[in-house]
């Protein structure tokens, strides 16, 4: 159980252009979803959280226009990178948890590249 | 506000030997720890993980991770590694204030490379 789902696993698109990066709740709901970015060898640095129904909540340094997220269901988040740049390149990771002492339970991620 | 150190960036280990990865964790108060493990182009999967009770904790896969509170660590171990087990290795710790919103702050992550 608490499988989450990201789609599309990988991405390739023009400067300029907008990205749509889904994830999905399989088997539970979540109010809260949580998007991460890792950069290359390095860690997972958390971008912002995901609400149901409200707005995310950022965190400091990342530009809410840029990464536009939407959390319309309990079980779908979406994260929109518009005018994507080459430093948009990188790895995202979406997760969730299913009880409130639960794991975070991650999608596969999406490696995003910004030619 | 939590954080977390893990001062291995890299751990070469040759196969079937005893292998340990550090962590260290701050934060004013009561937390939970986890264990992620990543293989390339992939997800997070948890390994294993700290909530309350024992402070050993094992996987199905042989690992095991002790919280020591008095020295603030979240050590992963394991008494012999093999080759599969070659991955990132994530230290990740939450408070538990907020429920189902709490916030997991990772540390930098150990390549755990196993050698032949």
């Known amino acids: 159980g608490a499988v989450v789902s990201q789609h599309p696993s990988w991405v390739i698109c023009k400067s300029g252009t907008s990205v749509k990066i889904e994830c999905r709740s399989l088997d539970f709901q979540a109010t809260t979803m949580f998007w991460y970015r890792q950069f290359p060898k390095q860690s997972l640095m958390l971008m912002a959280t995901s609400n149901e129904g409200s707005k995310a909540t950022y965190e400091q340094g990342v530009e809410k226009d840029k990464f536009l997220i939407n959390h319309a269901s309990l079980t779908l988040s979406t994260l929109t990178v518009t005018s994507a740049h080459p430093e948009d390149s990188s790895f995202y990771i979406c997760?969730?948890?299913?009880?409130?002492?639960?794991?975070?339970?991650f999608g596969n991620g999406t490696r995003l590249t910004v030619t | 506000a939590q954080s977390v150190t893990q001062l291995d960036s890299q751990v070469p280990v040759f196969e079937e030997a005893p292998v340990e990865l550090r962590c260290n964790y701050s934060?004013?108060?009561?937390?939970?720890l986890f264990w992620y493990v990543q293989y390339p182009n992939q997800g997070l999967q948890l390994l294993l993980k700290y909530l309350s009770g024992s402070t050993l904790v094992e996987s199905i896969n042989g690992f095991e991770a002790e919280f020591n509170k008095s020295q603030t660590s979240f050590h992963l171990r394991k008494p012999s590694v093999h080759i599969s087990d070659t991955a990132e290795y994530f230290c990740a710790v939450s408070d538990f204030t907020g429920g189902a919103t709490n916030k997991l702050i990772f540390g930098t992550g150990t390549l755990l490379a196993v050698q032949p």
């Open positions: 934060s004013s108060v009561s937390v939970y």
């Open positions: 997760s969730a948890r299913n009880r409130a002492e639960s794991p975070l339970h």
